[in-house]
């Protein structure tokens, strides 16, 4: 089949642009002809920009001063990010304009996901990653591990305009059990939980276009989307406990003193940092997705009820719940992981995942 995937792609964020191409190389290695369909919103490039004069109107003009200098400190962090992330998407997505408007293409399928795309807080309520668009009418329409990022945002729909945008699907899979209940109890629809793509890829996808880095000691790991003082402290605590050096990557901030923090990083050479990692402390749902590939001691620092409800779907269902810390709890050391069960419980959410793709592309 020829299958365009609606997703994500082009945030300048590690989960977002690795979950896509995870899709992608699971879709190829299965036989189909995929392409990531270059949809980029406006909402989804504005994090992204080089420059924020919005963060200068500050009161007072030493304030002002201050935030006007580290925006344009900046701008090389940011804009080598930025090209570092292009070329990634460059070589390694197969990316294709298409006229959403238009009814002209020959897609056999469309597969909206992975990710947060019904979390209206981040897409403002898109209707293309609800099936609305031209170019998908009398295509098969699916979704693949879709999400909220928490039930509370989809409760705050009216449960008809929900139960009206999905009814042009054929089928429906979701990344969290919480959601796919949600669906189920109170706008009736079915839907099938499923693995992220990171995790239905697999580790081999992602091993085979990592890169050397240049690290000489054992460290630990501390990957965020952006600041947190209290959970730098935490990541501070047990690297010291364990002895490890610590090293520190951002997605979003940018930190212009503190040496310990890589923020440049392509994504290549973000898996390449989980990859040889001695311990993980992580506030991303794809920073954990990723620990758990490489096998890797981590922990999950929740700092909000929506982290937490995204996360304890997964964790529970793979036996690891005592990974997640949360703010204000007793720091402490943590027992080991018996990877050998939660493989075991992984490999069966795969298969139910491969599963349901099979299914559906045929």
Known sequence: MKIGIITFHCAINYGAVLQAYGLQEYLKSIGHDVYVINYRPDYLLYPYRLFFPERIKCSGLKGSLYVFLRELLSIP????????????????LSIINLDLQSEDNDFDLFILGSDQIWNRDITEDDSVFWGDARAFQCKKLITYAASAGSVRVLSEINKSDIRDRLSDFYSISVREKSLSTYLL?????????????VLLAGRNVFEQISCKINVNKPYLLFFALEGNDDAVAFAEYQASAMGLELIIMFSMKEALKDRRVKQTLSPDEFISYFQQASFVITTSFHGTAFSILFEKEFVFYSSGVAQSERMCNLLSELGLSERIYSTGEKFRI???????????KLEKNRMASIDYLASNLS
């Open 77 to 92: 962090i940011r804009f080598k990010r930025r090209i570092k992330f292009r070329r990634f998407c460059r070589q390694r």
């Open 185 to 197: 109890e109170n706008i009736g629809i079915e839907s099938q939980v499923v693995l992220d793509p």
């Open 334 to 344: 943590f027992d080991k992981i018996d990877y050998t069960s939660v493989e075991q």
